[in-house]
């Protein structure tokens, strides 16, 4: 059994060797020990073409497998594999589990109950904020969130289930150590640390567009559901909701303004039959089987504590609210709101001025502002 463990991240790591091929290996019962002394003519029984199979024959071997038990990963990621005994159960039952991962961080999340959360790459504040108050309540209940650590929705999502102490899966479309987006290294170690890393592509992979779907159903695998927080129509998130529905797991997605482009894929969603979210409770009574013991109160204190941090909307004025409305919409510039507030420049910026001490607004270069 551990020869086949290590034979089958040999076959993994060797380029040209994909999942089927592995796949038809363990299929045809070959998948043993005496591999590692099969010869070319051995692989070409097994149906590999005799190019490859004179690779298979000069790599695979006794020296490969020790090199590997010795191997260091940069960074430390541990091997899971689908033959080990805690290869996460949910994910084996997806069409095509991946055969090796490749883990950094708190590998035990893998055996906790979570629920994929995913969206579009460029958010508006609106799906920001929805994203980032859901993964707070989602993360409070003692669910994973997990996600793609992509631009905008992933991030924030992971952001805000770190921030509130809960517990995040990054899954990779990138090999070990290779961070993409590059801006998000300080985010990826944050998760190394105090969450996991998670990838099925060997080091050093680079980030390659047909990656990246592919990484996608070991979202869903992984989760017990997937929230759409808001997508176009023309989303990756929207495969990841595609690909839930085929391993039989729940979809979500938050409704969003009808006239916003960044709407359309969740509305097509709940349209189809997706449960419409509004807050993190019509996500967590799906599962409940899966809270712990006297989950409501410590559920609510730990909201209540979240909530005490924000500014309620009483404590912002009339003019405020106004502009932290507009916002809502997305980023603007300073001549932006000029406009649509019709307000002298000394009156717009005392307004933005204060919002941003009350924390509620942050200024970009360019004088952009958008919501926090």
Request: charged share 25%; with cysteine; proline share 5%.
């Given at each position: 059994?551990?020869?086949?463990?290590?034979?089958?991240?040999?076959?993994?790591?060797?380029?040209g060797i994909?999942?089927k091929?592995?796949?038809?290996?363990r299929?045809?019962?070959m998948?043993?020990?005496d591999?590692?002394?099969?010869n070319?003519?051995?692989?070409?029984?097994?149906g590999f073409?005799?190019e490859?199979?004179?690779l298979?024959?000069?790599?695979?071997?006794?020296?490969l497998?020790?090199?590997?038990?010795?191997?260091?990963l940069?960074?430390?990621?541990?091997?899971?594999?689908f033959l080990?005994?805690d290869?996460?159960?949910?994910?084996k039952?997806?069409a095509?589990?991946?055969?090796?991962l490749y883990?950094?961080?708190?590998?035990?999340l893998?055996?906790?109950p979570?629920?994929a959360?995913v969206g579009?790459r460029v958010p508006t504040a609106?799906?920001r904020?929805?994203g980032?108050?859901?993964?707070?309540?989602?993360?409070a209940a003692?669910?994973?969130i997990v996600s793609g650590m992509?631009?905008?929705i992933d991030s924030?999502?992971?952001e805000?289930a770190?921030?509130?102490?809960?517990n995040?899966?990054?899954v990779?479309?990138?090999?070990h150590g290779?961070?993409?987006?590059p801006e998000n290294?300080?985010?990826?170690?944050?998760?190394?640390e105090?969450g996991l890393?998670?990838?099925?592509?060997p080091s050093?992979?680079k980030s390659h567009?047909?990656?990246?779907?592919?990484?996608?159903r070991?979202?869903a695998?992984?989760?017990?559901?997937?929230?759409v927080v808001?997508a176009?129509?023309r989303s990756g998130?929207?495969?990841?909701?595609d690909?839930a529905?085929e391993?039989?797991?729940?979809v979500?997605a938050?409704?969003?303004?009808?006239t916003s482009?960044k709407?359309r894929?969740a509305?097509?969603l709940?349209?189809q039959g997706?449960?419409?979210?509004l807050n993190a409770?019509?996500?967590?009574e799906?599962y409940d089987?899966?809270?712990p013991k006297?989950?409501?109160d410590t559920?609510?204190?730990?909201?209540q504590m979240?909530?005490?941090?924000?500014?309620?909307?009483?404590h912002?004025?009339?003019?405020e609210l106004?502009i932290?409305?507009?916002?809502?919409?997305?980023?603007s510039t300073?001549?932006e709101?000029?406009?649509q507030?019709?307000?002298d420049?000394?009156h717009?910026?005392?307004?933005l001025?204060s919002?941003i001490i009350?924390k509620?607004?942050?200024?970009?270069?360019?004088?952009?502002y958008k919501?926090?």
């Open positions: 059994m551990k020869n086949e463990r290590w034979l089958l991240i040999a076959l993994h790591e060797t380029e994909g999942r091929s592995i796949a038809r290996l299929g045809q019962r998948f043993s020990g591999m590692l002394h099969y070319s003519r051995d692989w070409e029984e097994a073409p005799e490859k199979a004179k298979l024959s000069e790599r695979i071997t006794t020296d497998i020790e090199e590997l038990k010795s191997r260091k940069e960074g430390g990621a541990g091997i899971l594999t080990d005994e290869y996460p159960a949910y994910l039952e997806i095509e589990p991946p055969w090796v883990c950094t961080g708190k590998r035990g893998l055996q906790t979570g629920v959360m579009t609106y799906g904020k929805v980032q108050e859901l993964a707070e309540g989602i993360s003692g669910f994973t992509a631009r905008g924030v999502c992971h805000a770190l921030a509130c102490g809960g995040t899966i990054a990779m479309g990138t090999g290779v961070i993409y987006p290294r300080g985010l990826y170690e944050r998760i190394a105090d890393i998670l990838t099925e592509y050093g992979t567009p047909g990656l990246f779907p592919q990484r996608n070991i979202i695998g992984l989760t017990l559901g997937t929230l808001e176009d129509s998130s929207l495969i990841t909701a690909l529905l391993a039989g797991r729940d979500f938050v409704p969003g303004p009808v482009p709407s894929g509305l097509n709940i349209k997706a449960k419409m979210v409770e019509d996500v967590i799906e089987s899966w809270l006297g989950f409501e559920y609510n204190r730990e909201r979240l909530e005490d941090t924000r500014l309620p909307a009483d912002l004025t009339m003019d106004g932290y409305h507009i916002l809502e919409q997305g980023p300073l001549d709101l000029l406009q507030t019709g307000w420049f000394g717009l910026h005392s307004v001025l919002l009350k509620q607004i942050t200024q970009l270069s360019g004088a952009i919501l926090i």
